[in-house]
């Protein structure tokens, strides 16, 4: 006879803790057994969305279960732990959190519970994409050894790969998260911006990029980033950055500060594909004089 599945209470079913949810809750991974969101109104979103578990207005109001996960933002983990302290009053579940950033000894509050974290490297932004795409990300596991080992098993009956950190590699290995990740939406929107002050529409700058932009990604992961570099600083084309820059100078600020940032990391990029000299002090100086 199969054994139960562990029960999972999940404080803070925002779109991670309803994608993982549903997930577990189709597969047979977990129960689910209460979800307790800000608002009654959000909880009973969540609800219907994962299709299981009791909507609970407080934490204190949550049914006992083999596992709980704090998914509320980074900012209220901590305080998030400290409530749940003292609901667990000394029981021995396992208390997980999904922040990147974070290590699982901010739960410490909630021992002698078993306390991890598990941060999925994936984006999401839509919990109904998620549970199509979710399979094949890769989920950082760390903390106590009986909880990762846990954790391990509950992602890999979803499709997820594993990588295990300890606590002085988590701020760092989020970091690097954030500037592929986040960062490419925030230089998308940026290049929008521009597309927008050429009079160019929305909806067709985002037509015209897809391709490119999905091309660029898979290069760059097909053959590293120096080989992937393509356009006029791999070039060695100083005139084109120069005229570029001026044009920005119009548009927005920021904008271009962010092209002569970008513009003096891909200086060092191209030298690594032989770049010569004598363009990369043409292209450091067009790019130097923009900033001053």
Known sequence: MQA?????????????????????????????AGLCNRSNESTASAREFIGAGKICGHIA????????????????????????ARRLDGQRPLVFHC???????????????????????????????????????????EGDDEGRALLGRAFSAVGCELLTLNPQQKVLYHTGS???????????????????????AESSARKLLEPIVTQTVRNNFALGPARALTGPIARGDGETVAR??????????????????????????????GLDEKQVRQLESILREQAQ
């Open 4 to 32: 139960a599945a562990p029960t999972l209470n999940i404080i803070g079913a925002g779109r991670l803790g309803r994608t993982l949810a549903r997930l577990w809750s189709e597969r047979g991974v977990f129960t689910i």
């Open 61 to 84: 109001d949550l049914p006992d279960a083999d596992c709980w996960l704090i998914a509320t933002g980074d900012a209220d983990i901590a305080a998030t732990a400290l409530l749940l």
């Open 99 to 141: 922040s990147g950033a974070l290590p699982a000894s901010v739960l410490e509050p909630c021992r002698p519970a078993t306390l991890a974290s598990a941060h999925p490297v994936h984006s999401f932004a839509e919990p109904q994409h998620s549970l199509e795409a979710f399979a094949g990300s890769t989920v950082t596991l």
């Open 178 to 200: 954030v500037m592929a990740c986040n960062y490419l939406t925030v230089l998308l929107d940026q290049s929008l911006k521009v597309f927008a002050a050429a009079g160019i």
């Open 244 to 273: 570029q820059l001026h044009a920005l100078a119009q548009v927005d600020e920021k904008i271009l500060n962010s092209y002569r940032t970008l513009g003096q990391a891909g200086v060092e990029l191209a030298k690594k594909s």
